[in-house]
């Protein structure tokens, strides 16, 4: 059973305009949520992460929206700029356990 | 600084052979990782360590699989004997503490014929 869930396996953005990355979560005792971005042939980087008592952190172009009691959280881009094409997971972990990804979504920004 | 070395990039062996993925995790980093990327289930994790020592190994699929942590600089996971169905990616990931963000190598991609 997926713990982590990303919806939408691809999303294709004009540069310039927002990316909306979806992540839904179905385990009550996630605390901490991050989000890693991937180019092809390299490993995951960090890129934004949020605890439970906060329902937004930003960081720079990049904001994470937390809705606790929906059990989702979002990534913002804006503005979408061509670098930012590459494979976002979303990731949760909580209660001393480990870290469980979402399947990812593939970024597409358009120039 | 260096980040997360893992070696080989790529391998490509024949079916029933070992197989031995190493990582070199960032120093001072007190935790490290081992994933396996396929499409079918995407990221999963197979084993962690803490100051080197052996916390959770649930994700590890058969007993085909082993991996050990001997010093605070080094791991390996091995495959003996390895099979079509272990073709994936395999990353390494190492992180100051166990609940941080976590730092990842470039991965191994292996193939088995």
């Known amino acids: 059973d997926q713990q982590v869930k990303q919806n939408s396996p691809s999303l294709s953005v004009q540069e310039g305009r927002i990316s909306i990355l979806n992540c839904d979560y179905t385990n009550s005792m996630f605390d901490y949520f991050l989000w890693y971005k991937k180019y092809p042939a390299e490993g995951p980087t960090f890129l934004i992460s949020i605890s439970s008592i906060k329902d937004k952190n930003e960081d720079g172009r990049f904001t994470v929206f937390l809705n606790k009691s929906a059990k989702h959280l979002s990534l913002h881009i804006v503005p979408s700029q061509p670098g930012d094409s590459a494979v976002y997971f979303c990731?949760?972990?909580?209660?001393?356990?480990?870290?469980?990804f979402g399947a990812g979504t593939i970024l597409r920004v358009k120039s | 600084d260096a980040g997360v070395i893992q070696s080989p990039r790529h391998e490509v062996t024949e079916m029933g052979q070992e197989v031995t993925l190493r990582c070199k995790p960032i120093?001072?980093?007190?935790?490290l990782f081992w994933y396996r990327q396929t499409m079918m289930r995407g990221l999963e994790l197979l084993i962690y360590?803490?100051?080197?020592?052996?916390?959770?190994d649930s994700g590890m699929p058969e007993d085909r699989f082993s991996a050990k942590m001997p010093n605070a600089s080094f791991s390996t996971l091995k495959i003996q004997p390895s099979e079509p169905r272990d073709s994936a990616v395999y990353f390494c990931?190492?992180?100051?503490?166990?609940?941080?963000?976590?730092?990842f190598g470039d991965g191994t991609r292996l193939s088995i014929l």
């Open positions: 990731a949760a972990s909580g209660n001393g356990n480990k870290l469980v």
């Open positions: 990931a190492s992180s100051l503490v166990w609940d941080q963000p976590q730092h």
């Open positions: 120093s001072g980093h007190n935790s």
């Open positions: 360590f803490n100051n080197n020592v052996p916390i959770d």
